[in-house]
């Protein structure tokens, strides 16, 4: 099983950025998806989560309305849009699937003038 993210970089307050997540070793259609994240000093916190078949997502309250779960199962990827980014988004971002225990490596997102 393995969880490869990207999509990762600088960006500007206000800004957007789209986090992809790719999987491999699994029955990727069968089983849900989370995207968590950890800033410096800070816990691992659940950002968003995404069903097998897409059709039920939940988010954290501090990113409702301004960042999107969704995947593809034909491409065996998930992604978060984020858009309207804050300072306070900055953080490592992760991609993971409970069923196998299993963490992307992750991928850093700075927001910041």
């Known amino acids: 099983v393995q969880l490869v993210e990207s999509g990762g970089g600088l960006v500007q307050p206000g800004g957007s950025l789209r986090l992809s997540c790719a999987a491999a070793?699994?029955?990727?259609?069968?089983?849900?998806m989370s995207w968590y994240r950890q800033a410096p000093g800070k816990e691992r916190e659940l950002v968003a989560g995404i069903n097998g078949s897409g059709r039920s997502t939940n988010y954290a309250d501090s990113v409702k309305g301004r960042f999107t779960i969704s995947r593809d199962n034909a491409k065996r990827t998930v992604y978060l849009q984020m858009n309207s980014l804050k300072p306070e988004d900055t953080a490592v971002y992760f991609c993971y699937t409970s069923r196998y225990d299993t963490w992307g490596q992750g991928t850093q997102v700075t927001v910041s003038t």
């Open positions: 070793g699994f029955i990727f259609s069968g089983y849900g």
